[in-house]
């Protein structure tokens, strides 16, 4: 009997990037099982349901297996092969392009591609196209958390420490950050910091699993912890618990930001936060009489108009209190999509270049452009962000590609997205399955899946992992790279696009070298080797980072910088029309726009469908039970699903998760009222009236 083998891979979803074996069948409905691989140290063989049924989507009955193009008279969608797909997807961007500029051309990606397919990405758009107009889904994830990171700390990693670090500090505040739900496996570092004798405090408007692991819970209003945080720095300083000698020697910009949070009286951030002052200060003598702590966010705090300066405010007590840039010790964002770090290093954001370079960096153009051979002044600037891109569709932008991504379901606003993508002259869509944006398009091209494809990831920690194709891609399938090979050549570039992973990633590793995410010491065999490689690795003897900062932070002269920042409301409050805030989420079941999951029979079973989470006094005024249909209107648009009744809740606040298309589609309520320093649309905060559906 034949040995069969197995192939160490990592989940095709979220942030965490769990590791898994994949052992292949040879039954078609199901070409391979996954096998625990407890030797990868981020989850130690855990999987959450959605890893361990992933398999299930290879073989899925509705996966696409030969491009599509729209016919004219029909308006139908209808079989063609590969030539004659992607001839009319260059036919369509070579005609926008030429006849209304390059900018009339726009690219949208996603956090779930390969770091290979991100940079392939960003260089297609920036030569072959040379449009400006390229951003990505990420923008909707962690992008507020990003930014704050780089003001502050002069560099952006989601986390600055491994997760092991975790279990062993004194005390975590975790923000907006529902693990439980997320990354179910990532629980176990939260449990056993309890176990180690750990505090955890919670902050999330609702009562969820997570919070309910929390020694304390605050619940602020939503949109509100930018006040609360505010107040707790207000609190260290009453209470002479500023880590003086830190802020001397580590820091810039304490005594505006001292003064800041001095107009934030406890008394009034209660009245802000609905959080009482009590509570307050008990998480302040928590989390400072721990002999280190951190602070963790995830999309709460980022996923709002003000994200930016929320995130700060968390960093700022961090650096107040000398909880960063020392062991076990910091500030941390939970990143959630797949590759929602390295999605965001290597060139598919509208204002970066390869290495997490600045696109208006001179320095860093002529690096790039080196790498390109071509002259830096030929790169387009930095182009519109991914929600004002959206926006601008069927308008200034007229044609699009898109690849790993679903706005008609993801993004906020989303039927007006909906209909701006409806607008376009011409959309090409490389993507699985034919998800609701895919099914508008002029083209799709069907792409292999996460088993069938070699390339890299970089999770939540920045360590640089490999997914190892484990399974022949069923025929009539290519990969994105080769998909972005066939039409630069299409397009006049000949050369350039290789379609090998690896050699796409020896070209990255060159165009990072020397910038702040530099993966220049990174290679597939090393990855395999260590379980990953963090960055910044500078060269093949150099060790790699798990922990950043612990001698000095990224910035010019070293030191952390301290943000003032003031609270201020959501972009829309609450009023007698519009009396009840929504806030968007997620569920353990189903990821992001669902357009892999729904697809999955014991993931639907679990997850059939959208709900309106809402506390038992609400339902009482609407005159709802349980399970009836409830209507949640708000000046966008109005979405209805079943009541799902839980004290769990604030009084005034209303949960929907977004995962659906249809009448539940939770994003077509939200406002898409961005920050304006990382572009973030307003997901967690909205105001809706409730009718009976
Ligand atoms: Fe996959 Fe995330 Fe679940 Fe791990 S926690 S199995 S990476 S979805």
Known sequence: MSEVTTVPTHCPYCALQCGMSLRPTGVPELPAEVVERTDFPVNRGALCGKGRTAPAVLSSRVRLTEPLVRCPDTGALRPASWEEALAAVADGLRRTRDGHGPDAVGVFGGGGLTNEKAYALGKFARLVLATSQI???????MSSAAAAHQRAFGLDRGLPFPLEDIPRTGCVILVGSNLAETMPPALRYLTELKENGGRLIVVDPRRTRTAEQADLHLAPRPG?????????????????????EFVAERTTGWEAARAGAMAHWPEHVERITGVPVPLLRDAVRMFCEAE??????????????KGTDTVGAWI????????AGRPLSGYGCLTGQGNGQGGREHGQKADQLPGYRKLDDPAARAHVAGVWGVAPETLPGPGRSAYELLDALGGEVRALLLMGSNP??????????????????????????????AALADVVLPVTQWAEETGTMTNLEGRVLLRRRALTPPPGVRTDLEVLHGLAALLGWEKGFPAEPEEVFEELRRASAGGPADYSGIDYGRIEREQGVFWPCPGPDHAGTPRLFLDRFATADGRARFVPVVHRAAAEETDADYPVVLTTGRVVSQYQSGAQTRRVDELNAAAPGPFVELHPRLAERLGVAEGEPVAVVSRRGRAVAPARITTGIRPDTVLMPFHWYGEGRANTLVNPALDPVSRMPEFKVCAVRLERG
Not at 297 to 304: D, I, K, L, V
Not at 316 to 323: E, K, V
Request: proline letters at 2%; charged letters at 20%; aromatic letters at 4%.
């Open 408 to 437: 008609v379901v993801s993004a906020p606003r989303a039927a007006h997205v909906e209909e701006r993508i409806r607008s376009l002259d011409f959309l090409a869509v490389a993507d699985v399955v034919l998800s609701e944006t």
């Open 292 to 305: 280190n702590g951190m602070v963790l966010t995830a999309r709460g705090p980022e996923q709002q108009s």
């Open 316 to 323: 700022n007590l961090c650096l107040a209190t000398g909880r």
């Open 224 to 244: 509100t912890d930018l006040a609360l945080a505010l107040g707790m720095l207000h609190q260290v300083v009453a209470e002479g618990r500023v880590d003086e």
């Open 135 to 141: 951003d990505y889904n990420g923008r909707f994830c």
